[in-house]
């Protein structure tokens, strides 16, 4: 698998990382390497130089869309160019890693959808969190039935590092460049993840928005409007089957000004006879409850990855090694070699999250529940 990136920025350095120790997968039968390199800044270009696979480094992403070195593209950029370039790469017989939110709004999505259905190409949605050996462990949790009866859900992503009003805006202050979606487009992928994929889709969402700085620094001597939302936190009801027709609450949060977060990714789930809590912040630990002990048990989880690589069990996992396991999915599953493992987000769960990102921007507005 052949693969180039558009946007050479942190998470188009991340990905280059990956195919760097690519080597890490054991018994992997797909072969991945990284060909080409599009970015505008010319830095970011000099800096794959060092990528001794790398044969194509450019500023135009149409060159790139016309190598024959290329078989998948990885587009990490602003979200008001993703519907843009998403339909260029599909237009040029390339399969695409898109970066969430999969357009700046969802007409923007439905619209990339549809054209990664015409062209026939493998699309995905990047997600990096719900591969961590924690998330992976209580998805299995969940599908065992373990829960019993499940009573409620909470799933979240946060960070802290919007608390400091010097920090300079960039893109994801603007809603033209971000989308009004704010930060549920930014973050909101991972909390969601999880919850649809064991089909706890929401029927209906109340939504409580938070705006942070209304003004920040520009970067050039001045300072510029920031007009988005920076925490979002989505009360919502799912329906699940075996709970006798009763919805179960599900609060799903998103934040960028959340006092003591680095970046911590969470999902919990609580039921009648069994409960899973999974955090970032302690990578290598989960708590279980059994109702038998009538307690939260820690369990210590090692380096236990769906793909399995080189690293000792006794070692703990970091962002570099849940991104690795994303890439080894998408090109697993691109292989028709998944199997009954994880994958990445598919453009429909791309298209579910904008619909609840749309319902709670109404929900807001009118201080009400709304219906999906």
Not at 125 to 144: K, L, M, N, T
Not at 247 to 262: F, N, S, V, Y
């Amino acid at each position: 698998m052949r693969v180039g990136i558009i946007g050479g920025g942190l998470m188009g350095r991340e990905a280059a990382s990956c195919f760097g120790r690519w080597f890490a997968l054991q018994n992997f039968s797909v072969r991945a390497e990284l060909t080409a390199v599009c970015d505008l800044r010319e830095d970011l270009l000099e800096w794959f130089g060092q990528v001794p696979t790398v044969q194509l480094r450019t500023r135009d992403h149409h060159e790139l869309l016309t190598s024959e070195n290329v078989d998948a593209v990885y587009v990490a950029v602003p979200h008001h160019l993703h519907e843009p370039l998403y339909c260029d790469v599909l237009a040029a017989g390339k399969d695409l890693l898109a970066e969430k939110p999969f357009g700046i709004d969802l007409a923007a999505a439905r619209r990339i959808r549809d054209a990664a259905n015409a062209s026939g190409r493998f699309v995905r949605c990047s997600s990096e969190f719900p591969f961590a050996p924690g998330a992976q462990r209580a998805i299995d949790y969940v599908q065992s039935g373990a829960l019993g009866r499940v009573l409620e859900i909470h799933s979240g992503f946060l960070h802290s590092s919007d608390l400091d009003p010097a920090k300079p805006a960039n893109w994801k202050r603007h809603s033209k460049t971000c989308g009004e979606i704010g930060v549920m487009g930014d973050l909101g992928m991972h909390t969601v993840h999880i919850p649809f994929r064991l089909g706890w889709k929401p029927k209906r969402v109340f939504a409580q928005l938070q705006k942070g700085f209304p003004q920040r620094p520009d970067g050039q001597g001045g300072t510029t409007e920031c007009d988005t939302w920076d925490n979002a936190t989505l009360n919502c009801d799912v329906e699940i089957d075996g709970n006798d027709g009763q919805t179960i609450p599900m609060r799903l949060q998103q934040k960028r000004l959340a006092p003591g977060q680095t970046n911590s990714w969470h999902f919990e789930a609580i039921g009648t006879n069994g409960g899973v809590r999974y955090n970032t912040r302690d990578a290598n630990t989960i708590h279980i409850y059994e109702k038998e002990k009538d307690g939260w048990t820690r369990i210590d989880l090692g380096h236990v990855m769906a793909f399995p690589v080189i690293t000792g069990g006794i070692f703990e996992a970091g962002f570099p090694d849940l991104n690795l396991q994303m890439w080894a999915a998408f090109a697993s599953e691109r292989a028709g070699e998944l199997d009954d493992r994880f994958g990445c987000a598919t453009p429909d769960e791309a298209i579910a999250s904008h619909e609840l990102w749309q319902a709670a921007l109404k929900s807001h507005a009118e201080n009400s529940v709304v219906e999906l």
